[in-house]
């Protein structure tokens, strides 16, 4: 008797030669823009297209077995939207990630765990200096936390404000850009990965480095309350602001408050 196991090995077989046709042309997409974008260095660096095609590779590569090409692909996510420019350091950064996705794309394996570990410590980082941010003459916002619908709600509001807006999806690669780049606010997700963002907050506010940023808890509407209650007892002077229609006002209380503006 054939089991549901067997059945789904047996779709993802048949499958992935089409899968493989997508990734192709996905990388090709990918390449050609932002080979293209260099040549325009007032392009913004979150082209929707750009992101989507990555986006794309992301979410199926796990499906397919690929897990290495996934993660690649969320690092070169981040990538993108932290370099804050298509100038030529950038630009090859970017292909490289491209060119170690098409590898093992061409073995059509996925290399495993320790390969994959290997490759991704093998890909550059971004982290803008502060003479580049400064110069660039904007304050920026580093948001920690996922990229989703309510990211993208709040990113007009942070941006209107005059600010460059940095995300960051891990809570570590967060605290890790905050230590690094100093940003002039700091907005932390109270939901983002194996820690919330009460904790974040807390080793971003306990660094010697980052004590000095403001720093502001993103919370729904019916956790803004249990989480402000929790700063409070961990005296934690930390501003909470509520996700949906109250982040605008919330949000523009909280720079005024900080002094950020």
Known sequence: MTSENDIDSDLVAELLPFFIDDVVERLGSV???????????????????LLRNVHSIKGSAASFGFPTIALISHHLEDYIIA??????????????????????????????????????????????TQNLLRSQGQKTVLFIGPRNIQLRLMEPEIRSGGFRLVTM????????????????????SNIIDILDGVDVARMIHAAEMTQHIPLVVV???????????????LNEKILVVRKGEDFAADFAYAIVRLGVV
């Not at 390449?31 to 297209?49: I, R, W, Y």
């Not at 098409?102 to 495993?112: K, L, S, T």
């Open 31 to 49: 390449e050609q823009m932002v080979v293209s974008f260099s040549t325009n260095l007032h392009v913004k660096p979150d082209s929707f297209e």
């Open 83 to 128: 370099t804050g420019n298509f100038g030529e350091a950038a630009v090859d950064g970017m292909l490289e990630h491209v060119h170690a996705i098409g590898a093992i794309v061409e073995a059509r394996r996925d290399p495993g765990s320790e390969e994959g570990r290997r490759i991704l410590k093998s890909l550059p980082d971004f982290h803008p």
């Open 169 to 188: 999806s891990s809570s570590f690669q967060g605290i890790e850009s905050a230590i690094r780049t100093r940003p002039d606010l700091i907005l932390i």
């Open 219 to 233: 919370a729904s509407k019916l956790d803004a309350e249990p989480v402000r209650n929790r700063l409070n007892r």
